[in-house]
C-alpha cells in the first residue's frame, strides 16, 4: 500500500518528464531538419591571368585545367585576364574577384610573387595559391609541375633528331623556372648526343609575339635546326614550320602543324587543380604545403611524337620517363655550370630547394646570345 500511495503522489512528476524529454526530441529533430535545408554558402574560385584564355597556350592550358576541376566539384569560376605582374594590376584584379564572393583565388603566373605580396595580406580571409615559389603570406602556398622533367625528354628527342647539333631555345625571363628548364634540356640533349648544344635567346617578355618570332628566326639564320621555347605563345613554333625546321612545342599542339613538330610538353593542370580543390574542400587550403607534382603523379607530359622521330629514340624516351616513377631524377650526378664549377657531385642530387630558389646558373653547353 505504501509504494501504491508514492507511486500516486510521483505520477505527476514522472509525466512532466516524460512529456518534457518528448518536447526536448522533437525540438532536436526540427532544429536538424532546419540545418539540413539551409542552402550552404556556393564555393567560388578566382583565377587570374596574365594573357588571354583562348591563347592557345599558357593562360589556355591553365584555364581549361582550373575550369575542368571546378567543373568536376561543382564549383563556381570567375577569371580577369590581361593582369600585368605588377602590384597594381594584380590589386585590381583581386579586388573585383573577390567582390564576387570568391574563398580561393589562384595567381596562374610566375610573376606574382614578392611583388604582390601586399596584395595577398590585405585579403587575410582568401587563400591565394601562385605559381611563384615566393609564398611568405600566411594565407598563399605555391603550386607547379615538374616540367624540367619533361625538358629532359624533350632534350633526349631534339640531341637524337639534331644534324647541326645546335638547338634552338626561345625563352621568355632569367628567372630560375626558366634556367631549370633550359639545363634539363641541355643534359637531356646531351644523353644521347654529347656534342649537342643549346642556344638561347630571351625575348624579356612571357607575351610578346613579334619578340618571340625576331628570337626564333635569328636562331635559324644561327644554325639551329631544332626550336623549343618557354613562353606563353607558340610562335617559335610558326616560325619553325615556315622554315621547314624541327620544332618541340610547349602547352600547344595544333593539328595543322607538320610531322616537324616532334612533340610537346604539356601540363594535365586538371589534375593538379584537382589535388588542389580536393584537400581544399575536405578542411581548407593546405597553406604548409607545396605542390610541386611530376610524371609520377601525370601532371606533366611529353605528348604527340611524331612519327620523324626515330623508334629507338623514342623507344629511349619512353623508358626513361618510367623511370622517373621509381625515383630517377634529371639533376643526379656529377653536373658542372658553363663556367666550369662542379654545381652537383658525382654522388649527389640536386635538392627541391635547390632547383626551386638556387638554379641562376646554366649547364656547361648552353650558350646565351644577347643583342
Not at 566539384?73 to 590589386?91: D, H, P
Request: charged share 25%; with cysteine; aromatic share 10%.
Amino acid at each position: 500500500m505504501i509504494q501504491k500511495e508514492k507511486l500516486r503522489d510521483n505520477i505527476w512528476t514522472i509525466l512532466f518528464f516524460l512529456l518534457l524529454l518528448v518536447l526536448t526530441s522533437v525540438m532536436v529533430l526540427l532544429i536538424n531538419t532546419l540545418r539540413r535545408k539551409e542552402p550552404q554558402k556556393a564555393i567560388i574560385v578566382g583565377g587570374v591571368f596574365i594573357g588571354s584564355i583562348e591563347d592557345d597556350g599558357w593562360n589556355e592550358s591553365h584555364y581549361s585545367g582550373l575550369k575542368a576541376a571546378c567543373d568536376t566539384y561543382g564549383i563556381e569560376l570567375r577569371t580577369v585576364e590581361y593582369v600585368n605582374e605588377t602590384k597594381e594590376s594584380c590589386e585590381l584584379a583581386v579586388e573585383k574577384i573577390a567582390g564576387e564572393g570568391a574563398s580561393v583565388i589562384f595567381l596562374t603566373s610566375d610573376g606574382f610573387g614578392d611583388n604582390v605580396k601586399e596584395v595577398i595580406e590585405a585579403y587575410p580571409d582568401i587563400y591565394f595559391y601562385t605559381i611563384s615559389p615566393e609564398s611568405e603570406p600566411k594565407n598563399a602556398t605555391t603550386y607547379y609541375g615538374r616540367m624540367y622533367q619533361m625538358r629532359y625528354l624533350s632534350g633526349m628527342i631534339a640531341g637524337g633528331m639534331t644534324q647541326s647539333n645546335i638547338l634552338g631555345y626561345v625563352a621568355a625571363m632569367d628567372n630560375q623556372q626558366v634556367d631549370r628548364g633550359i639545363n634539363a634540356y641541355l643534359l637531356g640533349a646531351r644523353s644521347v648526343n654529347p656534342d649537342a648544344r643549346v642556344r638561347v635567346r630571351f625575348t624579356g617578355a612571357w607575351y610578346d609575339t613579334e619578340k618571340e618570332k625576331e628570337q626564333a628566326q635569328a636562331l635559324i639564320d644561327e644554325g639551329a635546326d631544332v626550336l623549343t621555347h618557354h613562353s606563353s605563345t607558340p610562335e617559335t613554333i610558326r616560325v619553325a614550320e615556315a622554315n621547314g625546321v624541327k620544332s618541340i612545342g610547349y602547352n600547344c599542339v595544333d593539328p595543322q602543324f607538320s610531322d616537324r613538330f616532334l612533340a610537346s610538353l604539356v601540363f594535365h593542370w586538371d589534375v593538379l587543380y584537382k589535388y588542389i580543390l580536393q584537400d581544399y574542400l575536405k578542411g581548407g587550403a593546405q597553406i604548409d604545403v607545396s605542390y610541386w607534382r611530376g610524371a609520377s603523379e601525370d601532371v606533366v607530359a611529353v605528348e604527340d611524337i611524331s612519327p620523324l622521330v626515330e623508334v629507338d629514340i623514342a623507344s629511349d624516351v619512353r623508358k626513361v620517363r618510367k623511370s622517373f616513377d621509381n625515383g630517377f631524377d634529371v639533376f643526379l650526378g656529377e653536373i658542372k655550370s658553363s663556367d666550369g664549377v662542379v654545381m652537383c657531385r658525382e654522388d649527389e642530387r640536386i635538392s627541391d630547394e635547390g632547383l626551386l630558389f638556387g638554379m641562376d646558373w646554366f649547364v656547361e653547353g648552353v650558350e646565351i646570345e644577347t643583342e
